[in-house]
């Protein structure tokens, strides 16, 4: 376990212990207890870029509930989508 080659080993190992799932060509956390544990893990680490995606996900998904179409818009014009 500690002596992965590359992120498809990790991946695999990761899924393997249940800790990710597998379906249709794409992987994903699989329950809302992992994702709040990963969520946690990732405050405690500070894991900069992780840390600041995971808040600018949860204000995205904040704004698109309450249909803020403005801050939504503003969000899409920075991803240049």
């Known amino acids: 376990m ?11 190992a990761l ?4 800790y990710l799932t597998y379906e249709n060509g794409s992987v ?15 405050k405690k680490l ?7 995606l995971l808040n ?6 904040k704004a698109t ?3 803020d179409e403005r801050t939504v818009a503003d969000f899409a014009a920075c991803m240049n989508v």
């Not at 329950?31 to 946690?40: G, P």
């Not at 600018?56 to 998904?61: A, E, G, P, Y």
Request: net charge negative; charged share 35%; aromatic share 6%.
């Open 46 to 52: 500070s894991w900069g870029a992780v840390s600041k």
């Open 28 to 42: 994903r956390i699989p329950n809302r207890e992992i994702r709040e544990e990963f969520a946690d893990t990732v």
């Open 15 to 18: 899924i393997h212990m249940g």
């Open 2 to 12: 500690d002596s992965f080659q590359n992120k498809d080993e990790v991946l695999t």
């Open 56 to 61: 600018q996900s949860r204000r995205l998904l």
């Open 65 to 67: 509930l309450e249909m």
